[in-house]
């Protein structure tokens, strides 16, 4: 079985000061993990995405995680936060299981607040 | 490419009536998701389709929901009849594994369904 847990679902941070939102994973096969970011009334928009090469991953908007095996976390982090961050963001863990089988599990969300 | 399309964009109906949701994946993409979205229950993969043939639809919450793949660039999810309790944001979503594909998932606007 797998699990995704983000363990904040409100973060608020103030402009110009470093964002992290945390999320850690379990599942018994390697996955791919993913972050995508929902901003209101908009769909989701893909930031960033692990897929066994470099644990670092960069992706857009100066969003970048690490994922750290030993934690099973996979943590999304900013140096410095702006007001358009403020949108709500979702880690997946999705995995191939057999053929034509996946197994997607989102996380439920963080809303990220950013104070001005 | 044009991304996901969903149509309509928001729809309003009566309890009873029948409502249909359309997708048209980016082109190449030969899986397509359908998803729901509530304050309560947050996103909840209700369907998922491989080459046009469902996968797995254990997400899908009961037989007022049936979802369609007649070809590779077009979907449809139904409810018949609907009740207010169907109202949520639903999204269409697609990806690939051609070329190395790593299981990211690209969104389309959603559907706004108000069931009054």
């Known amino acids: 079985a797998q699990s995704v847990t983000q363990l904040d679902s409100h973060v608020s941070v103030s402009e110009g000061t470093p964002v992290l939102l945390r999320c850690n994973y379990s599942?018994?096969?390697?996955?791919?993990l993913f972050w995508y970011v929902q901003h209101p009334n908009k769909g989701l928009q893909l930031l960033l995405k692990?897929?066994?090469?470099?644990?670092l991953v960069k992706g857009i908007n100066g969003f970048e995680a690490e994922f750290k095996k030993s934690e099973t976390s996979f943590h999304l982090t900013k140096p410095s936060a702006h007001m358009s961050d403020a949108a709500e963001y979702f880690c997946v863990v999705t995995l191939r299981m057999d053929t034509g089988r996946r197994a997607l599990t989102f996380g439920s969300g963080t809303r990220l607040q950013v104070q001005p | 490419d044009a991304g996901v399309i969903q149509s309509p964009r928001h729809e309003v109906t009566e309890m009873g009536q029948e409502v249909t949701l359309r997708c048209k994946p980016i082109s190449g993409h030969d899986y397509l998701f359908w998803y729901r979205q509530t304050m309560m229950r947050g996103l909840e993969l209700l369907i998922y389709?491989?080459?046009?043939?469902?996968?797995?639809d254990s997400g899908m919450p009961e037989d007022r929901f049936s979802a369609k793949m007649p070809n590779a660039s077009f979907s449809t999810l139904k409810i018949q009849p609907s009740e207010p309790r169907d109202s949520a944001v639903y999204f269409c979503?697609?990806?690939?594994?051609?070329?190395?594909?790593?299981?990211?998932?690209?969104f389309g606007p959603g559907t706004r369904l108000t069931v009054t």
């Open positions: 692990y897929t066994s090469a470099a644990t």
């Open positions: 389709f491989n080459n046009n043939v469902p996968i797995d």
């Open positions: 979503a697609s990806s690939s594994l051609a070329g190395g594909g790593s299981y990211e998932q690209y």
């Open positions: 599942s018994s096969y390697s996955p791919s």
